[in-house]
């Protein structure tokens, strides 16, 4: 008899056309989620495929069988690790670093730029908060207010470009906003702030596995998560770096590959669990394996027929979306999420009586939801969502 793991992969072999908004055929057979719950949110910490899950727990075992024979060998195992993740990305293989997660990636790629309290560094008011406050640590930065329901990515575009200054030396912008599920940094906006002087450092947390050419418009640095749509383990992410600064960035802790430079002496941590980085691989295999192009559409197809439900509500409003991305958000009632224990309360209530994971965003004058699409959704969980949404908006 096929074990669980051999007979997700025959399910993947036989996988059809998807519909859109319909279901991936075998989508959720790669994944051990619980079923009982409705996993609308996976772009906050993703789900692992069972192919990758084994991959990692292969790897785990020769580390706990010979550990001398595995950590001797990491180093050049992590290089090609990160060689066969840049040929998937589009990326110069020694021009990326395997990390651990987005944050650390960005505090890496702060320090490269080595700012003083005085500079002036561009953020929008939709960061992520933990890049916005290491940006914080370090300079002074200046907030760029971007109204969520500015109509599309020219909007943003030339609302970062209007606050500009002549002392902004670094804009750091997100790739994918992650609440509001917008593009702000995309190629023409880097290409302008370039033309500009500006260095830019790009927080693609989302784009791995979603976005066709994640490191499209060339920014000085960029990083983005491959655990959350690159189907990796937990703690795999990636920071690209332009050459020019490739030696200013810091190992994140001392050790034995600090002469080897970047990228070597930023990834190796002497006895770290690299399982997840080096399975990592896998994840971005998978998607080839099922059709990049296929999974992105669906993906896309079913965030937007969730949001086309949800928006039915009375005052929940749909905000622009983007058919590239996997996730869409809506504003909330104005009474609704005002701040984030609003918010946070909304979301386990949601959890509790609806049974459905989704994030519901703060927002002054009332906050948002935002709901993703991946291949192990179908759309009756969408109905579930909006059915139960509308009475507990009701009783609010």
Partial sequence: MASEDEQSDESLAGAGVPTPAGAFPGGGELFRLDARVAHLNHGSFGAVPVPVARAQRHIAAEAAADPDAFFLGVGDRLADARARIA?????DPEGIALVTNATEAAHLALDALGLTPDDEVLVTDHGYGTVVDAVARRARPVTVPLDPALPDEDAVRETVLAALTPRTRVAVL??????????????????DLAERGVTTVVDGAHAPGMLAAPLEGGPDLWFGNLHKWGYAPPGSAVLAVAPALRGRVPAPVPSWEDHRGFPRAVEYRATADYTG??????????????????????NSALAAHGAELLARL???????????????????????????????????????????????????????????????????????????????????
């Fill in 174 to 191: 997100d790739q994918i906003t992650s609440p509001t599920a917008r593009i702000v940094a995309g190629p023409r906006l880097l290409a």
């Fill in 277 to 298: 980085l080096l399975a990592a691989p896998e994840g971005l295999d998978l998607i080839a394996a099922l059709g990049a192009e296929r999974v992105r559409a669906h």
């Fill in 314 to 396: 009375p005052g929940v409003t749909p905000l622009p979306g983007d058919d590239r991305l996997a996730l869409r958000a809506l504003r909330l009632p104005s009474r609704v999420a005002r701040t984030k224990p609003e918010a946070d309360a909304l979301r386990e209530e949601i959890m509790l009586r609806l049974g459905c994971r989704v994030l519901v965003w703060p927002w002054p004058g009332g906050g948002g939801i935002r709901v993703c699409g991946q291949i192990y959704n179908h759309p009756e969980e969408y109905e579930r969502l909006a059915r139960g949404l509308g009475s507990l908006l009701d009783g609010a």
């Fill in 87 to 91: 040929a998937r990305l589009g990326a």
